[in-house]
């Protein structure tokens, strides 16, 4: 389901805490409003609340046009700046998008007033995601034969800019490059919310699919098998160590169990060299009342936030840059550091 919509200078955002229940959508004309909108929980999807702030950044300039050669200008940027990245705090991919903002391609620096430059910046950051999820479903599609059985384990992908992104998206193109022949969903939570919203994206394209819930998976992979199972990443650290949705780690383990291909799908760009290993993750705790709502103070509850899944247990990761294989140290390395990012011109192919 596309999620955002930049046009005649106002940003739409599809409100995805009410999709598919109702298509509701939230028209932002003023930083303020975007800032509001990325801290209500409306915006689910970080890269949508990535790209949502690079065009907050401009609706910031464009209300101050008129100040466009003095110092109030440039503090306008800077109240912005920190508006947005107040609105959701420690978000590696807002912070990216504001910092490429900051920084716009030299080339769009020259000849051209200061406006014209950010609103250029912001649609060149839109459109490298876009390029970047395709170029990953492209690598990802690579991996399938004739007749390819593949199992997702998501809870991304259904709302994007411009088509399904991730896990989702390679499973997608698999279909219509009729190379797949069979897609299974599972998902953690007992009421398959994800689950169902991505079987809906699948549907629209007409692509069959089964649900199933996580811990029948395993059971799954042993009675009818598959060619590959595919999870979508969080962040990955220099080692390979993948910090990923709640229930990947058993995943991955009845994957290595079953000799059965484990790839994590994420960008590059997730990629943190900085973090040697899954160590560096932490052990953050979920909110335990999504257990106990409605029981008494004698229950607790416990949820991690997420799983960190070891790189042993991850046959590879599918990037927009190639994939990268074990030893991890070094295949990352060379991609992060040294593979350009690639563009495509022809997305139908």
Request: hydrophobic share 40%; charged share 20%.
């Amino acid at each position: 389901m596309i999620a955002l919509q930049w046009q005649d200078q106002v940003l739409s955002l599809l409100d995805q805490s009410k999709y598919p229940q109702e298509e509701s959508w939230i028209t932002c004309t003023t930083v303020q409003a975007v800032a509001e909108v990325l801290s209500s929980g409306a915006v689910q999807e970080e890269k949508i609340a990535a790209v949502a702030g690079a065009y907050g950044y401009c609706l910031a300039a464009l209300a101050h046009q008129d100040q466009l050669q003095t110092p109030a200008f440039d503090q306008a940027l800077e109240e912005a700046k920190n508006l947005l990245l107040s609105s959701r705090p420690g978000s590696r991919d807002l912070a990216a998008a504001i910092t490429f903002m900051e920084h716009p391609p030299e080339a769009y620096t020259r000849n051209v007033d200061r406006l014209t430059t950010l609103l250029a910046t912001a649609v060149t950051f839109d459109r490298q995601q876009v390029v970047a999820d395709r170029n990953t479903c492209r690598n990802g599609t690579d991996l399938m034969g004739d007749g390819t059985r593949v199992l997702l384990r998501t809870d991304r992908g259904a709302f994007h800019s411009a088509s399904p992104s991730g896990a989702l998206g390679i499973a997608r193109r698999g279909f219509k490059r009729e190379v797949l022949e069979q897609v299974t969903l599972c998902e953690g939570r007992p009421s398959l919310t994800a689950a169902n919203l991505l079987a809906r994206e699948l549907e629209k394209d007409n692509v069959p699919c089964t649900l199933i819930p996580d811990h029948a998976a395993a059971t799954f992979l042993a009675r009818q098998g598959a060619h590959l199972v595919l999870t979508d990443g969080i962040l990955a650290a220099k080692n390979g160590d993948l910090k990923a949705p709640v229930g990947t780690y058993e995943l991955a383990i009845a994957c290595y169990f079953h000799s059965i291909p484990f790839y994590a799908v994420l960008n590059a760009d997730d990629v943190d060299l900085a973090l040697e290993s899954g160590a560096a993750f932490g052990q953050e705790e979920g909110d335990p009342a999504v257990l106990t709502a409605g029981l008494g103070e004698s229950v607790q509850g416990w949820t991690p936030a997420y799983d960190v899944v070891p790189a042993f247990l991850i046959t590879g990761m599918i990037t927009d840059r190639g994939i990268a294989c074990a030893p991890y140290e070094e295949t990352l390395d060379e991609m992060v550091k040294h593979t350009p990012k690639k563009t495509i011109i022809n997305f139908d192919t």
